[in-house]
């Protein structure tokens, strides 16, 4: 008896696009994963941009009532410097 042997060159189309399947599938996790990220950080950074421009804000308020009282800025620094 005659064994006939397939000898088996390359991929079959089943197990191509199987591959492909499972390629797209993990690129899709990873942009939506990405995109995620990207909002969260910019999400942040808006967050940081607003605090630090209250913050200056709230320093501009505080210097504006200061000199409304009479205080100057540089004669207060200049006479506790000289302490």
Request: charged content about 25%.
């Amino acid at each position: 008896m005659k064994r006939i042997v397939k000898s088996r060159r390359g991929f079959a189309l089943v197990e191509m696009v199987l591959v492909l399947a499972i390629i797209v599938i993990m690129a899709t996790v990873l942009v939506i994963s990405v995109g995620d990220y990207i909002n969260k950080s910019a999400n942040i950074s808006n967050k940081a941009d607003s605090l630090r421009t209250s913050t200056v804000g709230n320093i501009r308020e505080e210097e504006s009532r200061m000199n409304d009282l009479g205080f100057d800025r540089v004669s207060t620094m200049s006479s506790s410097t000289t302490s």
